[in-house]
């Protein structure tokens, strides 16, 4: 897995002290290596880095459901993202290496 990772942790701001951890990997072994994320204030996202597609989101108020979209399967260059952003409509990932920037709702 070249060192990748793919668990998500959340801490509470009021006491800096209570930790969750959510493991994206025992959703799909594959949802590892991120390169930033963004909230659309009911989700959060993370943004595939290196040469992977499949975006995830997670709900945030339960953090343990774990959606997944694969971005791949509507483009085969749709891989390694370097960070992303919402307009309140659609998320956007932006490319690392292939030029082409991914939106979906």
């Known amino acids: 897995n070249n060192g990748w990772f793919g668990k998500v942790a959340r801490f509470a701001v009021e006491d800096f002290n209570t930790v969750e951890i959510l493991d994206l990997t025992s959703t799909d072994p594959g949802l590892r290596g991120f390169d930033g994320g963004f909230t659309d204030g009911t989700y959060g996202y993370v943004v595939p880095a290196y040469d992977k597609g499949k975006v995830a989101r997670f709900g945030l108020q339960d953090f343990n ?12 260059d749709l891989r390694g993202f370097h960070g992303g952003f919402t307009d309140a409509v659609y998320g956007y990932v932006l490319p690392l290496h292939n030029g082409k920037v991914a939106r979906f709702g």
């Open 65 to 76: 459901a774990v959606d997944i979209l694969d971005l791949t399967l509507w483009d085969p």
